[in-house]
């Protein structure tokens, strides 16, 4: 019986997959050496929803999609490798080492494996965590990769974000920043940005708060560490719009119950979200 329900709604959700496949993996940019097929890409959505169905995650398999489709983009002669920082239970882990798998790609997972650090008190996201939340061992991420995943294409780097991101020292194509804190957030787009491929992405799953994204319009971090204007965030405020029903603020979500955003953005290192038109300096 567990089995036939299991299959029933799989196949419940195949129509669903496919109109989600059509709309956001539709691309003419899509590289013809990997051979994606509408079926494979159907087939892969339909894996990538059985990882969250089965793992323990607060990413949507709609964004797990996005993912895929700028790295399908990327030409393979373009080198690089994707880093995912905060893993939980390695949900999107999973699918990242299947999408690095099909590209032909290194997934480099960066975590503490023992949970959310105690938080500083001037990080205004304290406030909804504590010390512990979160917390994936690195065992039992392996073994969800290994089941659901590809672990050969993964390496896991065991540490606070402070003490292991300083030392990366590699190109990266893509990230996927999942780390609740301004402090974490703060630290990690500082370390990886400098590892940035020229048209590399970095993707946020918090990024609703409109003051937690701030970060990537703010003028005084772009100067200070990159010598550059902020380059912006596609789904600031938001998220992605990716078949959900949100206008938002995020603090009014108990307003609006049937309201539902899909957490995650995105920038790139060739974007930018400067604002320099002040007619009356300009005349």
């Avoid at 013809?32 to 995650?57: C, D, E, G, H, W």
């Avoid at 965030?233 to 998220?239: D, E, N, Q, V």
Wanted: hydrophobic fraction near 40%.
């Amino acid at each position: 019986m567990k089995n036939f329900l299991a299959i029933f709604r799989t196949m419940i959700n195949v129509p669903t997959v496919i109109s989600v496949v059509i709309h956001i993996l539709d691309s003419k940019k899509i590289q013809p050496s990997y051979n994606i097929t509408m079926l494979k890409k159907i087939l892969f959505a339909l894996k990538i929803l059985r990882i969250n169905r089965k793992i323990q995650s607060g990413t949507s398999f709609r964004v797990h999609l996005v993912m895929l489709l700028k790295l399908l983009e990327i030409s393979p002669e373009i080198k690089g490798d994707v880093i995912e920082c905060g893993t939980w239970k390695g949900a999107t882990a999973c699918s990242l080492s299947l999408m690095c798998k099909l590209t032909g790609r290194k997934l480099i997972i960066c975590d503490s494996f023992e949970g959310l650090p105690e938080p500083k008190k001037s990080d205004r996201q304290a406030r909804d965590y504590k010390k512990g939340d979160y917390a994936g061992t690195l065992e039992e991420v392996k073994k969800n990769i290994s089941k659901y995943g590809a672990i050969e294409c993964c390496e896991f780097v065991k540490g606070w974000f402070s003490d292991t991101l300083p030392q990366l020292n590699r190109s990266i194509l893509l990230a996927y920043v999942d780390v609740d804190y301004e402090d974490s957030l703060y630290t990690c787009i500082k370390y990886i940005w400098s590892n940035l491929t020229e048209n590399g992405f970095i993707f946020i799953d918090e990024c609703l708060d409109t003051d937690y994204i701030a970060l990537f319009y703010s003028e005084k971090f772009w100067r200070k560490n990159f010598n550059r204007t902020p380059p912006g965030l596609i789904g600031a405020g938001t998220g992605l719009a990716l078949g959900t029903f949100y206008i938002g603020p995020w603090k009014e979500r108990l307003e609006h119950p049937k309201q539902a955003a899909v957490n995650g953005a995105y920038t790139m290192k060739s974007m930018s979200g400067y604002w320099s038109y002040y007619p009356a300096e300009n005349q």
